[in-house]
């Protein structure tokens, strides 16, 4: 067994889950029509898509739930720029709202790319939200809808967020150096 690198806690369990509940309170006016569907983006914002989807359940939301697998990161802590659809969503979006959730939004690059592949799958509205949001990300008309927090400019790991794979289930979220 390999020992862990140093992991700074950015953010502990009992906040994080604190701030997934303040998000789905936020959400839950928007979403309270039955039409909705939250399409998770994978891997990393898996943690956070089902934590948020009881939350909503709490709230009495409902959303059909489902995924896309997109990838810009591989194995590297730096964006190709180049986004890479692993595998589409299996669900019709034809005028229904989509609420797009991921993990991290850092450049932007791989919501607008799953926002605007939504939208030509016909989806009457796309909403995104993001657990974290980097300090240079885009913010106003480019950047996210709803986030729970922002992040450090440090590169994150836990709660679905990996290095190279590596520490996707530690339940808070650390920094790497």
Known sequence: MTDLPKIDVV??????????????????????????T?????IGAT?????LMKALARRHIHPVLDVMWLESYRDA?????????RADIARNVEGRGVLLIDDVFDTGRTLDF?????IAKGAREV????????????????????????APGRFLVGYGMDDKGLYRGLPYIGALD
């Not at 939250?38 to 994978?42: N, Q």
């Not at 943690?47 to 934590?51: A, G, L, N, Y």
């Not at 799953?114 to 939504?118: C, F, I, R, W, Y």
């Open 11 to 36: 953010m502990p369990e009992a906040e994080l889950m604190a701030r997934v509940e303040e998000l789905a309170t936020r959400l839950a006016p928007r979403l309270a029509t039955p039409d909705w």
């Open 38 to 42: 939250a399409v998770s983006i994978l």
């Open 47 to 51: 943690p956070f898509t089902s934590d």
């Open 77 to 85: 802590r730096e964006s190709s720029g180049r986004v890479v659809v």
């Open 114 to 118: 799953a926002k605007q592949h939504l």
């Open 127 to 150: 909403i995104t939200v993001a657990l974290t949001q980097k300090p240079w990300a885009p913010r106003g008309e480019m950047g996210v809808d709803y986030c729970a927090f922002d």
